[in-house]
T-cell receptor, first 114, second 114 residues
């Protein structure tokens, strides 16, 4: 069965510092890959996605992620964090065929210090 | 345009009561998903509709959970004889077509069973 691991439950960074959130997946084949952000009391907003092609994908709000097949990873990065980036971040995978449901990791809570 | 909306946003039910949660997807979106998000966890898939057809209900945790989308638009998730373990945020998502993997999420309904 597919699974998604986000090893960091909670990360604190200073405003202006760089950020990397880790995501590893276990899957039979390369899935579709997503990063979502959830602010308190809000639904999930799609930050970026990887379907195929260039393994470095750009998203909204200055985020990017790199797909590394050999490591089964899809880490999220941002060069300079803003206080408004404080939120919960979820990595998710979806099958390329068949089942349409997304499988999510358990999330990483990002705290930004002034 | 309008995003996915859900109502009510908050629901408190006494154990044993039935509840109904509503989802209004983005207009024209063919696919609709329900997820359950327990506190501190990532969303977990419950069920999937393509138009009015429920194509996947493998995630429904028990026969107390029932979902419908009779006209291929609004969907209702019903939970009968609620139990404390049903307390969670219930998220609805929609996507444009069965072949489109970008899911747009609503704000969720927070269900508390006392």
């Amino acid at each position: 069965a597919q699974s998604v691991t986000q090893p960091d439950i909670h990360i604190t960074v200073s405003e202006g510092a760089s950020l990397e959130l880790r995501c590893n997946y276990s899957y039979g084949a390369t899935p579709y890959l997503f990063w979502y952000v959830q602010s308190p009391g809000q639904g999930l907003q799609l930050l970026l996605k990887y379907f195929s092609g260039d393994t470095l994908v750009q998203g909204i709000k200055g985020f990017e992620a790199e797909f590394k097949r050999s490591q089964s990873s899809f880490n999220l990065r941002k060069p300079s964090v803003h206080w408004s980036d404080a939120a919960e971040y979820f990595c998710a995978v979806g099958a390329r065929t068949g089942r349409r449901a997304l499988t999510f990791g358990s999330g990483t809570r990002l705290q930004v210090q002034p | 345009g309008a995003g996915v909306s859900q109502s009510p946003r908050y629901k408190v039910a006494k154990r044993g009561q039935d509840v109904a949660l509503r989802c209004d997807p983005i207009s024209g979106h063919v696919s609709l998903f329900w997820y359950q998000q327990a506190l501190g966890q990532g969303p977990e898939f419950l069920t999937y509709f393509q138009n009015e057809a429920q194509l996947d209900k493998s995630g429904l945790p028990s026969d107390r959970f029932f979902a419908e989308r009779p006209e291929g638009s609004v969907s209702t998730l019903k939970i009968q004889r609620t139990q404390q373990e049903d307390s969670a945020v219930y998220l609805c998502a929609s996507s444009l077509s069965s072949g489109n993997y970008e899911q747009y999420f609503g704000p969720g309904t927070r269900l508390t069973v006392t």
